[in-house]
Nanobody
Framework: QLQASGGGSVQAGGSLRLSCVAS????????MGWFRQAPGKEREFVAA????????YYTDSVEGRFSSSRDNAKNTVYLQMNSLKPEDTAVYYC????????????????????WGQGTLVTVSS
């Protein structure tokens, strides 16, 4: 089970940190992904992080602004979002995939075994 939190409303240029806590699994056996879905749009990839946090992968639109990290002792993955833009407004989801690596596959929705419930991020101009 994955539980995402940390969403909220912020003005453009602001920051938020999302958290996703995993339960009932060996967290370090999983790579983790972040996706988002804006109203009326498809769910899209945002970021992925490998099992120990040593490798990350971001979509171009958030590269340099967002950063993912994880604390395996707390079964938690984070998404630090800086310099937020109105186009970042979406419901953000975390997802887990049982593997250790990271690559292009981790940007695909079908690659993930389980999903959290989502947390809403609203960025106003």
């Amino acid at each position: 089970q994955l539980q995402a939190s940390g969403g909220g409303s912020v003005q453009a240029g602001g920051s938020l940190r999302l958290s996703c806590v995993a339960s009932g699994r060996t967290f370090s056996s999983y790579s983790m992904g972040w996706f988002r879905q804006a109203p009326g749009k498809e769910r899209e990839f945002v970021a992925a992080i490998n099992w120990n946090g040593g490798s990350t992968y971001y979509t171009d639109s958030v590269e340099g602004r967002f950063s993912s990290s994880r604390d395996n002792a707390k079964n938690t993955v984070y998404l630090q979002m800086n310099s937020l833009k109105p186009e970042d407004t979406a419901v953000y989801y975390c997802a887990a995939r049982r593997d250790s690596g990271i690559g292009f596959l981790h940007a695909q929705k079908f690659a993930y075994d389980s999903w959290g419930q989502g947390t809403l991020v609203t960025v106003s101009s």
